[in-house]
């Protein structure tokens, strides 16, 4: 499975907690993610992570042609939503594709647990017939 990460700055040392904490599960897939969240998670833990740009230098997009062109299946993006962002628009058109594209996303901790599980246990398979 094809798994996309993002966080926002107040969320990345989270993110690499998440990753740690399932790096067993994470590992058996390919993860993507936007260019400063791949670095700390490559950093924070053994995953290989395929990354794009910084979000705010076009990363996001990248994440979202990918969705688009169905080659992402789960995506994780922990969202600080107390902090306004800049690139609200970019951030915001994530949440949308995966709404359109039927893609599962989880926006904070507990989902992002609770998707992982369920990848580990098979029941995001039918992602592969989806395709």
Request: with cysteine; proline share 2%.
């Amino acid at each position: 499975m094809n798994i996309g990460l993002v966080a926002h700055d107040a969320k990345k040392k989270l993110m690499q907690n998440l990753c740690i904490a399932y790096q067993g599960i994470l590992s058996k897939n390919e993860l993507f993610a936007t260019g400063t969240t791949g670095r700390l998670v490559e950093e924070a833990s053994d995953l290989t992570v395929h990354k794009y740009l910084s979000g705010h230098l076009g990363g996001t997009q990248q994440l979202g042609a990918q969705i688009e062109h169905n080659d992402i299946d789960l995506v994780i993006f922990l969202r600080d939503p107390l902090t306004a962002k800049s690139h609200e628009p970019d951030v915001n058109s994530i949440v949308r594709l995966c709404d359109a594209h039927n893609i599962p996303l989880a926006t904070n901790l507990a989902t992002a647990e609770l998707l992982i599980k369920s990848l580990d246990r098979g029941d995001l398979e039918w992602r592969e017939m989806y395709k």
